[in-house]
Structure formats: structure tokens, C-alpha cells
């Protein structure tokens, strides 16, 4: 339903164009309304008026519950065996003792009217969740993301925990160590040295570090550390993993890459040595399918965009060789632009984006 006052501003937004020369079809068209709709508001004094459906009187149903009824469905529901029960079982209750007094949805609009949907029964109402956190990083350096996952030994029931700090922009693994055991003190340890290491003493803006609820990375000691080094913690939403996907993702690909021991590690040093070859293989060697295929290294330098160009360039002159091969353009070798992670809010997104006149999101 459309306001009196807004039926009247585009009632005179419609004459004036109107006026103008414009067509009463195509500029109805414009303004969100059919022509035959802006003839009924002056038919019948829509525009002075406005909509009667709201204050209309409507009869009765035939087939509405009478009062007696509403006051049987009231008593029933309030009975002591039912004091707990959601509507949704309060029927088909009702229903293996052969009797039906009305629908699960007219119950409950019964007992809507009636100032009865609280929550029934002794459980707390259900609590909406929060979104997830959106960060969006447009370079390098403006967002992290860290979890730690557990690396099998030989000896069943023995775990090496293996710790990672991603960049987000370039997928490159900028800190990672492996211990024996989980301390907060080795994470305290890790954030420290790959903050030193990617120099962001020097950065205005400091990284947004994103991890799990994990008690390790909530530890008083990791948050005065990140307090002490400039970097703004960020925390997925209790037993969600997804919001932290490409710290998860990450781990799965280490995990099934192929050297990797299936039967476990035998010492914490042969567990240092795979996770010193895989960080090289990852960074360096691994062409990574979400940046276009370039390493993480690579993008990380910014070689990206040159290597790119050039690739492009190669598909052009092989397109312009032989152009019957090509049914249309040629690959997508365009860079890669900012980096969301947990894009729910596509508004707050599409105004970053158009902020920074990013090219393409990658999510």
C-alpha cells in the first residue's frame, strides 16, 4: 500500500511529466505504478483519501470460532498437562484422545490474542543469533586470519598443534610455528614474531585478527599482546566454523596434500620439518585457484597484476592467431580485487567497493 502523501507527490511527479510531454504509460513505468492504478486514485478519491483497505469494515467469517469455542480452546491449553506444550504438540495430543477443537495456527492465534505466546515451559526462548563480523581487506596487512589445528603422532591419543597466521588479501601464510602442546603462550609467542616480521609497527591502520572462540586465542595474555602490537582482535560467532573459512580451508589443504603422514608424526621436529616444506610449497610453488592462479607470494609482492598482463596479453595474440577457436573472450585474467570475508552484508560491501573503485570482490 502506498501513503496518501507519497500517492500524491507521484500523482504530481506523473503530471508534470506529463506536462513535459512525456507518455502516461512509460512514465508510470518510471514512477512504480501501473497507469490503470493512478487512474482508480482519481476515480475514487484515492489522492484525497488515500487507501480505505486498512479502516474498511470486513464481515465476519461464517466459519469463525464463536466465543464459546475460543474460550474451550483457551481452558484446554491452560490445563495443567499443557502448561508446557507448544500448540504443535498440544494438537496432535488432543487428536490421539479423538478430539479436534481447532488447527495448530488457529491455537496459536488464540493464544496470541490472548497475550498467552510467551515462551512455554521452563526452556529460555530461543535468542536470535548475531551476524558475523564482515572485514574486507583490500591489501595486504589489513586482515589476518588464525586458528590452530591438531597434526597426529605415532603414538595414538599424542596430538603436535600446528599454528598459522594467514593474510587474507594474498592467501600467503605470514606466521606459523608448531608445538607440542596448546598454550596461549605460544600464540602470544606467534603474533608477536609475525607482526615484527611484516613490519606493522610502521602501519597507520594495523590488522584486524580474526580467529575462533577457542579459549587459546581468547587468553588474557594473547589479548594484552594484541593490545601491545595495535591489532584489533575479531572472533567468529560461537560453534559457527564457517566464519573463519579460509583459515579452515587452509588446513584442509595441508592435511591432503601428499606427503603429508597419514600414520602420524614420529617427533616434534619431523612435524616442523613437513610444516616448513608446506609453508614454502603454499607461499611459494602453490598456484592458488581464488587470486587467479598466482602464489601467494607473488600477490603478496604485488607481482600479480604484471603477471596477469601478461597472461593476457598471451591469450590476445593466441585469440588473434586463431580466432575460429574462440567462441568468445578470452580467459579472466583480470586481477583480483578486495577480499570479504563473511560477505553477508552486500550493502556495506558494495559501498567499500565503491569507495575504493575495487574492480572485482572475491569472497
Not at 497475550?115 to 572485514?135: D, E, I, L, N, V
Not at 591419543?157 to 610455528?177: A, M, N, P, Q, T
Request: hydrophobic residues 40%.
Amino acid at each position: 500500500m502506498i501513503a496518501l502523501e507519497d500517492r500524491c507527490n507521484l500523482a504530481q511527479d506523473i503530471t508534470d511529466a506529463r506536462d513535459a510531454g512525456a507518455r502516461l504509460k512509460q512514465v508510470c513505468n518510471v514512477a512504480g505504478i501501473d497507469a490503470r492504478t493512478l487512474q482508480r486514485w482519481n476515480a475514487h478519491d484515492g489522492l484525497t483519501k488515500g487507501d480505505g483497505r486498512p479502516s474498511a469494515v470486513r464481515p465476519k467469517p461464517s466459519h469463525a470460532l464463536s466465543a464459546d469455542e475460543r474460550a474451550k480452546l483457551l481452558s484446554v491449553a491452560n490445563e495443567a498437562r499443557f502448561c508446557a506444550v507448544p500448540p504443535a504438540r498440544i494438537v496432535p495430543m488432543l487428536a490421539d484422545e479423538g478430539v479436534y477443537l481447532a488447527s495448530e495456527s488457529t491455537l496459536a492465534r488464540v493464544l496470541r490474542a490472548h497475550g498467552q505466546t510467551a515462551h512455554r515451559g521452563r526452556a529460555k526462548a530461543p535468542r536470535a543469533k548475531r551476524p558475523p563480523t564482515t572485514h574486507i581487506a583490500s591489501g595486504v596487512s589489513q586482515v589476518w586470519c588464525w586458528d590452530m589445528t591438531y597434526l597426529p603422532a605415532t603414538v595414538v591419543g599424542r596430538w603436535f598443534h600446528l599454528y598459522l597466521i594467514l593474510d587474507l588479501y594474498s592467501r600467503k601464510i605470514v606466521g606459523w610455528e608448531v608445538h607440542a602442546n596448546d598454550s596461549s603462550d605460544h600464540a602470544v609467542h606467534l603474533v608477536r614474531r609475525t607482526a615484527l616480521a611484516e613490519g606493522i609497527a610502521a602501519l597507520t591502520d594495523k590488522p584486524v585478527l580474526h580467529g575462533d572462540n577457542g579459549s587459546t586465542l581468547k587468553a588474557t595474555t594473547v589479548l594484552a599482546m594484541l593490545e601491545w602490537l595495535g591489532v584489533k582482535p575479531s572472533y567468529s560467532r560461537p560453534r559457527v566454523s564457517d566464519d573463519n573459512a579460509y583459515a579452515e580451508s587452509l588446513f584442509r589443504t595441508a592435511k591432503y596434500r601428499p606427503e603429508f603422514p597419514v600414520k602420524g608424526f614420529a617427533t616434534l621436529e619431523a612435524a616442523r620439518q613437513w610444516g616448513a616444506a608446506f609453508v614454502h610449497w603454499y607461499n611459494v610453488e602453490h598456484k592458488h585457484s581464488g587470486i587467479r592462479y598466482v602464489s601467494p607470494q607473488q600477490r603478496h609482492a604485488g607481482e600479480d597484476h604484471a603477471i596477469l598482463a601478461a597472461r593476457h596479453a598471451l591469450y590476445t595474440t593466441a585469440k588473434e592467431r586463431h580466432p575460429a577457436r574462440w567462441s568468445g573472450n578470452t580467459r579472466n585474467w583480470q586481477p583480483i580485487g578486495a577480499v570479504a570475508l563473511n560477505p553477508e552484508r552486500d550493502s556495506v560491501i558494495s559501498e567499500h567497493a565503491t569507495a575504493n573503485h575495487i574492480q572485482q570482490l572475491a569472497a
